[in-house]
Nanobody, 121 residues
Framework: QVQLVESGGGLVQAGGSLRLSCAAS????????MGWFRQAPGKERDFVAA????????VYADSVKGRFTISRDNVKNTMYLQMNSLKPEDTAVYYC??????????????WGQGTQVTVSS
């Protein structure tokens, strides 16, 4: 079992940056592939980015490539999402996930509660 707690969300102007963090409990953190999803108002939950358990491989949605960077620190049991050049369309609740099922951009076993990111134009 893994518990995930996101932080770092907030309000930022377009073109600005935010860094989200996801703190995980449990001694098996380093064995899980992890990622981020987001859900905008009235829309489905979408894949954003993912990272393998070792940090050796990453995957991004086309909409965030070149602007977002996912990373993890297995000593601190924490995963990060650095978001640069933010756009109003990045506004959403961002969810930390762990335990990929069927592919890094597909389904995950564990979900955090989410953190709100709002980008003003």
């Amino acid at each position: 079992q893994v518990q995930l707690v996101e932080s770092g969300g907030g309000l930022v102007q377009a073109g600005g940056s935010l860094r989200l963090s996801c703190a995980a409990s449990g001694r098996t953190f380093s064995s899980y592939d992890m990622g981020w999803f987001r859900q905008a108002p009235g829309k489905e939950r979408d894949f954003v980015a993912a990272i393998t358990w070792s940090g050796g491989s990453t995957v991004y949605a086309d909409s965030v490539k070149g602007r977002f960077t996912i990373s993890r620190d297995n000593v601190k049991n924490t995963m990060y999402l650095q978001m640069n050049s933010l756009k109003p369309e990045d506004t959403a609740v961002y969810y930390c996930v762990a335990g990929a099922v069927g592919g890094l951009d597909k389904r995950y076993k564990y979900w955090g509660q989410g953190t709100q990111v709002t980008v003003s134009s």
